[in-house]
């Protein structure tokens, strides 16, 4: 144990949940052997392509197999395409969406079906004496082999199911193994909505898996004449069933850019019981009707979990739904983990009676998303103009702070403002309990209806210019903008440091473990609507600013002090820009020259306040 790797031993500690520098000194004075410590952490989950001629038959052979075997309590058999196999990060992404508390919520690609290499499976099933849970990532589901094996020798296991099939000779059919199923379908991309088959879909798994407890839909963009030329016999087949008795599902996972409305809602409560609902992901809901219904009927007894996107029909003004939205919110059990996007304003979660209600008991909050998965086009227009997520000032999070007692992990977006937005990370320290932030930095400026910037300040000569980044007089912007953009853009070790450094330093309880910095410049063309004007996502270049503004994970070391890793390495600007004035721009706050081969340096600005110089010193203005 003395010569394991500094790394390895906090990796050990930290999955042991105790962080205490004393229970790593007595970790490190232990003398077991290493496969004892070791081996419950690294191959409890043990994940296996299906397809790849290696992957399945030399593992059984390898040294001190039996050892690893003894510890791996789950296995995921995942069929890939073309025999390659994933890169290690597509790996990670896999596990991490097997492993999701909430099933189903994380995309899974839908894969093909592999019929030709499972009996190094079969061989491999009994050989792990501890196995509790399988994961089949497979289009049909395989064999009636591997359900067979799975049940002869490990009688109690839960299966998870992914595939895009249940047909009617299915071998999990009736399976008293059976616990979860993920469905995996294709959307419209003209109709946007093919919510039809997702009610037969529910009703089929009904059918053919009555004890199964856990249920997701998932959905691709397809086109309208790829929907119609695969149509599923079991889906078909599902129309002419008579409703079986009501289900008990624990959890339920809609697609999230699908949209969930009364009659959803109605088919739902016909399949399954939701008084036994523990999780439900719902989608995107601008259905005032339904929420009515949900405060009416108080259909919900164990909901602990939700996650939403709540939209206002165009046709309402919004009082009405918001109205309803937040007495439906009212009506639930108190919740323990929330995810509420969509276009309402701060308020309405901090001034309302939703926190009064859930705040005391919520352990996570999720107000923003960096994935495009909820996306859809039929309410683009209010996420160019409100994103997925409102952005929280310094006095709506102290607000939030105030309700949330317990809270330990927030994804939250924030306005950036060259470094003058310190007060919203001082508030965020407020959260008592707070281990894990998600912080969505919303990198486009701020501009008035007078195009000046917001908060207001004297404008050079240089910076009331305006540029012209194409042909089109659409493109003629204030020169402030762009040179704010490229300062909120800037983002470097250095300054996701102080940023952690500003969070946990105004904590009272424990520190802060983990920080996560999301940067946005018009992804998913999210707060694209400024003032008068609209950015268009691709007026500068985005690899420009992917260079500037990667997404950055600061994580508390007891050790080491802190680890920040970028997403990527990049510490300089291309050399080439793509138009003069930026470059004039770049050199006009970055003063510092070029490397070598021409590329440009860049440093972040510091933070800043108006009042108190609280991290002018937590780092050097050096350019990297």
């Avoid at 809901?285 to 219904?293: F, N, P, R, S, Y």
Wanted: hydrophobic fraction near 40%; charge should be neutral.
């Amino acid at each position: 144990m003395e010569k394991l790797p500094l790394e390895i031993k906090l990796a050990i500690a930290k999955l042991t949940y105790d962080r205490t520098r004393e229970s790593l000194k007595a970790l490190s004075r232990v003398n077991w052997e290493w496969n004892a410590i070791a081996g419950p952490v690294l191959y409890r989950h043990l994940l296996i392509s299906l397809g790849m001629s290696s992957s399945s038959t030399w593992l059984p052979s390898l040294l001190h197999t039996q050892r690893v075997f003894l510890h791996v309590k789950r296995v995921s058999f995942v069929a890939v395409y073309n025999n390659s196999a994933p890169y290690p990060e597509q790996y990670r992404v896999i596990r991490d969406a097997l492993e999701e508390v909430d099933f189903g919520a994380e995309y899974t690609v839908a894969c093909p079906s592999r019929e030709e290499c499972w009996a190094p499976i079969l061989n491999l099933i009994p050989l792990l004496p501890h196995l509790s849970d399988v994961d089949i990532v497979d289009r049909d589901g395989g064999p009636a082999t591997l359900a067979q094996t799975i049940s002869r020798y490990h009688p109690t296991c839960r299966v998870s199911l992914f595939s895009s099939s249940l047909s009617p000779g299915s071998a999990w059919d009736h399976s008293p193994l059976l616990h979860a199923v993920c469905h995996s379908s294709h959307e419209d991309s003209y109709r946007l909505e093919n919510e039809k088959p997702k009610e037969m879909i529910l009703r089929n798994i009904v059918h053919r898996a009555p004890r199964v407890r856990k249920v997701a839909l998932q959905s691709s963009i397809a086109e309208s004449r790829e929907i119609e030329e695969r149509p599923s016999g079991s889906i078909m087949g599902a129309q002419a069933m008579a409703p079986p008795e009501p289900a008990q599902w624990e959890s339920i996972c809609w697609p999230p850019r699908s949209r969930f409305t009364a009659e959803c809602f109605q088919h739902l409560s016909l399949l399954t019981d939701l008084r036994h609902l523990k999780s439900w992901r719902a989608g995107w809901i601008g259905d005032a009707m339904l929420l009515q219904t949900i405060v009416d009927i108080h259909p919900f007894e164990n909901l602990t979990r939700l996650a939403l996107a709540l939209f206002a029909p165009t046709t309402d003004n919004g009082h009405g739904f918001w109205s309803r939205a937040e007495a439906m919110l009212e009506s639930l059990p108190p919740l323990t983990s929330l995810c509420l996007l969509g276009g309402y304003a701060p308020g309405f979660l901090t001034g309302g009676g939703v926190l009064r209600k859930h705040g005391p008991t919520l352990l996570e909050l999720q107000l923003h998303r960096t994935s495009d998965v909820w996306l859809n086009q039929a309410w683009a227009v209010s996420v160019e103009k409100n994103g997925l997520g409102p952005r929280f000032s310094c006095e709506d999070i102290l607000r939030l702070a105030h309700q949330l007692p317990r809270l330990r992990k927030l994804q939250i977006c924030v306005q950036r403002r060259r470094g003058l937005e310190v007060d919203a990370y001082t508030a965020l320290g407020r959260f008592a309990c707070l281990e894990e932030l998600d912080l969505v930095l919303n990198c486009l400026p701020e501009m008035d209806a007078d195009e000046g910037p917001i908060p207001s300040r004297e404008l050079t000569e240089s910076e009331k210019g305006r540029t012209w980044l194409g042909s089109s007089p659409l493109y003629d912007w204030p020169e402030w903008y762009l040179q704010d953009l490229f300062i909120n853009c800037a983002i470097d070790k250095p300054l996701a440091k102080a940023i952690f450094a500003q969070v946990s330093g105004s904590q009272r309880g424990p520190w802060l473990q983990r920080l996560t910095i999301h940067p946005l410049y018009g992804q998913l063309a999210q707060y694209t609507v400024c003032g008068p004007r609209r950015y268009c996502p691709g007026m500068v270049d985005e690899i420009i600013l992917q260079h500037l503004a990667p997404t950055w994970t600061v994580e508390l070391d007891l050790l080491t002090g802190l680890r920040t890793e970028p997403s990527f390495w990049s510490c300089v600007l291309p050399a080439f820009l793509g138009h003069y004035r930026l470059h004039f721009i770049v050199h006009s706050l970055w003063p510092t020259g070029c490397r070598e081969d021409g590329r440009l340096k860049w440093h972040s600005w510091p933070l800043r306040s108006s009042d108190v110089e609280t991290s002018q010193g937590v780092y050097k203005k050096k350019p990297m």
